[in-house]
């Protein structure tokens, strides 16, 4: 087998050649079909959530001769919105923007939706465009192997609702299992010997009653500052564990009337909260061209943002500003709130959370806040460093997920072990979606992804683009695998490392954007804005990737000299049509 040079991501002709010698090669043979022939591949994703629901409409629209099987863990599709459901929860991205371009839906209830409405939405997604029929839902993919001979994955999948364990083949594996799917307790001694209730907010059980317990909420992340609001009306005692400070964004209304950008924006009727009155859903579904205009502005705003994340600019001092002004008048200037929750690291070192009720729930008077710290769990509740035992009912862990990247289960490619290789370095990845030596796979918000940074679904539409125009290029070229040079990895990798300390991202704060750390490198986050990494997957880089042929002539995929553009019932005088497009 040829060498890769790693440094200089050169590799040998014995490659380029597929690892044919002029011993082992059959002679040429002209393939009698027309160029444009796909050859027929088989492709299996992993999870159906919305990268997962997505991509299977992207490929049925823009290739053919292809099978698709999708291997959903849960019972329903939905991923992140099947799994949290937990009270108050919802998304922090403006309804009408987390949603699919390709389906709006105007009658979103709110600004800012629930989890179960999300949910529906995605039910609605599959059913209206006829996507269950690739889902095999109650299946996990366990173990996966490169076989290079075959240019194959090698899978071993289990079905979770009998326990049975089966293979499968795939030429292109995708893996689209999420980032904020992974949930875990947090590390505090004694955890598990609580004598109550105790809860993961991503786990939250369907029966738990929590009306008049005496109820922990720890973490004030976006999970946590959802469940303070609302829980605190219905418990007899809450006390909300927090470890740092954390920025947190006005009510909907408030930010809406505020906007100096766009009458429209200002314009739209709704409660405190962020429902929208009835008549502005009537207007949103009656009138597409002023609905359009709305989601528009709401997109330049939120594109807008990233702005405020660069170190020094007028953006983010105002948001630093405006923002602890919010908080000191919310908290009615009370020195031990304000000390303890308003932060001096810059807006945006840890993902904002619009924090409907959060700061007025903190003020009520069955609620207490604790930043002294953690010194175990016991049976009876939580005792804390100075040695006050506080006791509990129950324990819910608002405490997040496992954002290493590294997979959850084997992933054996050239190198060895995805999960080892990232396990013992930084990860790195492709532009977010392709691991070096890796061939055929895709990874959907993978190291460095855009995932702080606006709606995934519209993040997930770009990138299925992206993945299509790869396989397809496979397909039509007879390309039995791809996979990305090492040294273009570590050029992204290495402008990756001198562009985050830029931004707010690098700032000394705990964050699950480092990977849980103060000041660990940034893992999470793609370098620039989210325009910025839509424009940079317009055109694949075809020279960053090795490429590794079914057969020794690159060319055999000309055939017969027939073009499938000429076949019956084609165009074969597009050439016409827009003289000026480029090709």
């Keep these: 087998m040829g060498s890769i040079d790693a440094v200089n991501g050169n590799f040998s002709s014995q490659e380029l050649s597929e690892n044919y010698s002029s011993e082992e090669a059959p002679p040429y043979v002209i393939k009698n079909e027309p160029i444009g022939t796909l050859r027929r591949v088989r492709i299996v994703t992993i999870g159906a959530g919305v990268s997962g629901i997505n991509m299977i409409r992207t490929l049925n629209l823009n290739t053919s001769n292809f099978e698709h099987i999708v291997y959903e863990k849960n019972s329903e599709v939905g991923g992140t919105w099947f799994e949290n459901r937990y009270p108050g929860c919802r998304c922090d991205i403006p309804s009408h923007n987390y949603q699919f371009s390709h389906t709006p ?49 090698l899978l071993k999948v289990k079905n979770n609702a009998t326990g049975v364990e089966f293979e499968d083949t795939c030429h292109f594996l995708l893996d689209a299992s999420g980032i904020l799917n992974n949930w875990k307790f947090p590390d505090i001694e004694g955890l598990h010997t609580f004598a109550g209730d105790l809860i993961h907010s991503a786990n939250w059980p369907e029966k738990f009653e929590y009306g008049n317990k005496r109820v922990a909420v720890i973490g004030n992340g976006s999970s946590g500052i959802q469940l303070v609001p609302a829980l605190q009306p219905d418990v007899q005692k809450l006390v909300h564990f927090i470890r740092s400070p954390t920025w947190v964004l006005p009510p909907p209304s408030q930010m809406m009337a505020a906007n100096a950008n766009s009458a429209l924006i200002a314009s739209i009727k709704m409660d405190a909260e962020g429902n929208f009155t009835p008549e502005q859903i009537e207007q949103f579904k009656t009138h597409p061209d002023l609905y359009m205009k709305f989601i528009k502005a709401v997109e330049n705003e939120l594109n807008g943002k990233f702005k405020m994340t660069i170190n020094g600019t007028p953006e983010s001092m105002m948001a630093k500003k405006m923002l602890t002004g919010f908080m000191g008048q919310m908290l009615n200037q009370d020195k031990n709130l304000t000390e303890a929750l308003i ?27 604790i930043n002294d710290g953690i010194q175990e769990v016991c049976p009876k509740g939580i005792r804390l460093k100075n040695g006050e035992l506080i006791e509990l009912d129950a324990i819910v862990c608002a405490t997040g997920f496992n954002t290493s990247f590294v997979p959850r289960f084997p992933m054996i490619g050239e190198f060895g072990n995805l999960q080892d290789i990232w396990r013992d370095n930084l990860p790195a990845a492709y532009m977010s979606c392709m691991v070096p030596g890796m061939p055929n796979y895709f990874t959907f918000l993978g190291p460095n992804a855009p995932i702080g940074h606006g709606s995934v679904l519209t993040i997930t539409e770009h990138l299925a683009k992206y993945i299509t125009k790869v396989i397809q290029k496979c397909q039509l070229e007879h390309t039995r695998s791809v996979r990305p040079l090492p040294a273009a990895v570590d050029d992204f990798s290495e402008h990756i490392a001198q562009f985050m300390p830029r931004t707010a991202w690098s700032a000394p704060c705990r964050s699950w954007f480092k990977n849980g750390k103060v ?12 325009l910025h990494w839509f424009h940079m997957l317009e055109n694949p880089r075809w020279e960053d990737f090795e490429w590794r042929r079914e057969v020794k002539n690159r060319f055999q995929y000309l055939g017969n000299g027939f073009s499938t553009k000429e076949a019956p019932g084609e165009n074969s005088t597009w050439y016409w049509d827009s003289p000026d497009a480029l090709w």
Excluded at 355 to 365: M, P
Excluded at 519 to 530: E, F, I, K, N, Y
């Design 105 to 153: 839906n105007p009658g979103w209830s709110a600004l800012y939706s629930e989890s179960n409405e999300i949910q529906k939405y995605l039910q609605h997604v599959c059913d209206v465009h006829g996507l269950r029929g690739n889902i095999k839902l109650s299946h996990s993919v366990i173990h996966a192997r490169w076989q290079e001979r075959s240019g194959e994955w």
């Design 343 to 369: 932060p001096d690291f810059p807006v945006g070192a840890r993902r904002l959370t619009p924090g409907i009720g959060y700061l007025r729930a903190l003020g009520a008077t069955n609620v207490d806040l």
């Design 519 to 530: 000041d660990g490198p940034v893992t999470a986050l793609h370098p620039g804005s989210r």
